[in-house]
T-cell receptor, first 112, second 118 residues
Framework: GENVEQHPSTLSVQEGDSAVIKCTYS??????FPWYKQELGKGPQLIID???NVGEKKDQRIAVTLNKTAKHFSLHITETQPEDSAVYFC???????????WGAGTKLIIKP | GAVVSQHPSWVICKSGTSVKIECRSL??????MFWYRQFPKQSLMLMAT?????????EQGVEKDKFLINHASLTLSTLTVTSAHPEDSSFYIC??????????????FGPGTRLTVL
């Protein structure tokens, strides 16, 4: 079955700098790759997603890139702000049963 | 749009009692709903997948008689933790996939329910 690995587990960046979180997946049939932001005590919030027919997608300060050949996708956050501090999860969906396979999460810390 | 609510947001109960958690899709119809549990500093763990009008499919290791799931309508799914014990204390989160969602598995998540069993 699908397996998703996420790195790093913790990322500390200076406010205003960029942050990059990387994920790899194993199932070439996966066709949907969302990124979620989870704040303490809250449910995950979808911040951006990418489908397998697209290589890159951008939404203001957030972008996601997908390399299907290498089976990895990355989240890029530019001009980081204190409110970006949270845990970020990547996921992959093999599509067949509509389940999401989750990465282990990255705790992003924005230093003032 | 695409709002999912959960009720209650938190609950404290005594060991041996049952607790029901509701998950509602407020502005769309959900053909499929998912129930997750999350322990502190860990990722989400899928417990079961439920489709409206049919029995839920449970993940390996999840006791179906302990975690009862009912998906009676396209906007409501419930999770009942029966005979709760302290080890059932966790953060329970539901998500919903919209009817006609196409081949891509976009899921919308509820805010979660914190269950504490004394």
């Amino acid at each position: 079955g699908e397996n998703v690995e996420q790195h790093p587990s913790t990322l500390s960046v200076q406010e205003g700098d960029s942050a990059v979180i990387k994920c790899t997946y194993s199932d070439s049939a996966s066709n949907y790759f969302p990124w979620y932001k989870q704040e303490l005590g809250k449910g995950p919030q979808l911040i951006i997603d990418i489908r397998s027919n697209v290589g890159e997608k951008k939404d203001q300060r957030i972008a996601v890139t997908l390399n299907k050949t290498a089976k990895h996708f990355s989240l890029h956050i530019t001009e980081t702000q204190p409110e970006d501090s949270a845990v970020y999860f990547c996921a992959a969906s093999p599509g067949s049963n509509y389940q999401l396979i989750w990465g282990a999460g990255t705790k992003l810390i924005i230093k003032p | 749009g695409a709002v999912v609510s959960q009720h209650p947001s938190w609950v404290i109960c005594k060991s041996g009692t049952s607790v029901k958690i509701e998950c509602r899709s407020l502005d769309f119809q959900a053909t499929t709903m998912f129930w997750y549990r999350q322990f502190p500093k860990q990722s989400l763990m899928l417990m079961a997948t439920s489709n409206e009008g049919s029995k839920a499919t449970y993940e390996q290791g999840v006791e179906k008689d302990k975690f009862l799931i009912n998906h009676a309508s396209l906007t409501l799914s419930t999770l009942t933790v029966t005979s709760a014990h302290p080890e059932d204390s966790s953060f329970y989160i539901c998500s919903a996939r919209a009817v006609g969602g196409g081949p891509y598995n976009e899921q919308f998540f509820g805010p979660g329910t914190r269950l504490t069993v004394l």
